[in-house]
């Protein structure tokens, strides 16, 4: 019973801790948390790719605690916002100053990137749901 609790406590920390990483690389909220004024849009690119594979590799063991599905959707979250901010970095040339990198990668986010992102936080929402935490 003992080891029972303590995986459902790991569970729900892992939960816990995948959304809170969704929401950190959510483009609006990676921009706006990471964008610094000396850099410029090459600096900004390296430093949010950085902070996405810093953050995500800190989090990794705890991908035995989510179901399999839960786990590749926040991974195709993660590629998808790496996709966006790689994409929008050749819109700009290297040597502009880093708002406007950030204001290309808010402008391409659109539907398809957030919409990722939103169904892998849905995942974990339904794994907390069934497992009747709320």
Do not use: C
């Amino acid at each position: 019973m003992q080891n029972k609790q303590t995986i459902l406590q790991h569970q729900l920390q892992a939960f816990e801790r995948f959304t809170l990483y969704l929401e950190r690389i959510s483009p609006e909220s990676l921009v706006l948390r990471e964008q610094k004024k000396d850099m410029n849009a090459f600096q900004l690119q390296n430093h949010l790719l950085k902070t996405i594979r810093n953050e995500f590799n800190h989090n990794m063991a705890m991908q035995i605690y989510v179901p399999r599905e839960t786990w590749e959707q926040i991974k195709k979250a993660r590629e998808e916002v790496i996709r966006l901010i790689n994409t929008s970095a050749t819109q700009v040339p290297p040597s502009v100053p880093s708002f406007e990198l950030g204001r290309k990668i808010i402008e391409n986010a659109g539907e398809s990137t957030n919409q990722t992102v939103r169904k892998a936080l849905d995942s974990i929402n339904s794994n907390v749901e069934e497992m009747g935490i709320r």
